[in-house]
């Protein structure tokens, strides 16, 4: 069975931290998908970044940075030098290639307040 | 359209009335799906579409509710006589349909059933 796990349900720093939101998933499919949206307070879901379990290699972009690794089935995800903007839920999900679509699969979210 | 529309986003509905919630997926994106997020219940998968017809609706939560797609484009998420449990977020996502490809969320509608 497919799951995902995001076991900090709640993180405040202050700004200009880095902070680092957990992601751990189960799932028995060899090719799967790795996804993290950011929910800000009006509440739509906006993507960040999509990730294939063949490609382990870490990714930046600007202040957020994704770390894949396999052998532990974590898929975490940093904010470097926070700011007040990033004060959102974020979520992690999973989708499994043998359905042939996107389910995805949401952890429960991890609420981050940053602080000026 | 530039991005996933829903509407109403806001609705207001009494116990027992039936509602409906319409989503207009990204121009183009054959897969189209609907999550509901509750509190205490996070994000769940309720329906996939792939064109016109649904292969997966196994997350409806009963018999009050469904959904229909036309012409591969809009859907709509019917409750019936509903419940104070069916308030929630309702999350409608359109994707160009294989696996694995981005899946774009619109800003959701709010049910409150009082």
Redesign the interface.
Same mark, same amino acid.
């Given at each position: 069975a497919q799951k995902v796990t995001q076991a900090q349900t709640e993180i405040s720093v202050v700004e200009k931290e880095d902070v680092t939101l957990d992601c751990v998933y189960e799932t028995r499919d060899t090719t799967y998908?790795l996804?993290w949206?950011k929910q800000p307070p009006?509440? &739509?879901?906006?993507?960040l970044i999509?990730r !294939?379990s063949f490609d382990e290699q870490n990714e930046i972009s600007g202040r957020y940075s994704w770390n894949f690794q396999k052998s532990t089935s974590s898929f975490n995800f940093t904010i470097t030098a926070s700011q007040v903007v990033d004060s959102a839920v974020y979520?992690c @999900?999973l989708? &499994? @290639?043998s359905?042939?679509? !996107?389910?995805?699969?949401? /952890?429960? /979210?991890t609420r981050l307040a940053v602080h000026p | 359209g530039a991005g996933v529309s829903q509407s109403p986003s806001n609705k207001v509905t009494e116990k027992g009335k039936d509602v409906e919630l319409r989503c207009d997926p990204i121009s183009g994106h054959t897969?189209l799906?609907w999550?509901r997020q509750s509190l205490g219940q996070?994000?769940e #998968?309720l329906i996939?579409f792939?064109g016109n017809s649904a292969?997966?609706k196994s997350g409806l939560p009963s018999d009050r509710f469904s959904a229909e797609r036309t012409g591969g484009s809009v859907s709509t998420l019917t409750i019936q006589r509903t419940q104070q449990e069916d308030s929630a977020?309702y999350?409608c996502?359109s =994707?160009s349909?294989? =696996?694995?490809?981005?899946?774009? #969320?619109?800003?959701?509608s709010?049910l409150t059933v009082v």
């Open positions: 998908y996804f949206y009006s509440g &739509e879901l906006v993507f999509r !294939n979520f @999900a989708s &499994e @290639a359905g042939g679509y !996107n389910k995805l699969i949401f /952890g429960a /979210g | 897969a799906y999550y996070g994000l #998968f996939y792939q292969p997966d977020v999350l996502a =994707s349909g294989q =696996s694995g490809n981005t899946i774009y #969320f619109g800003e959701g709010w």
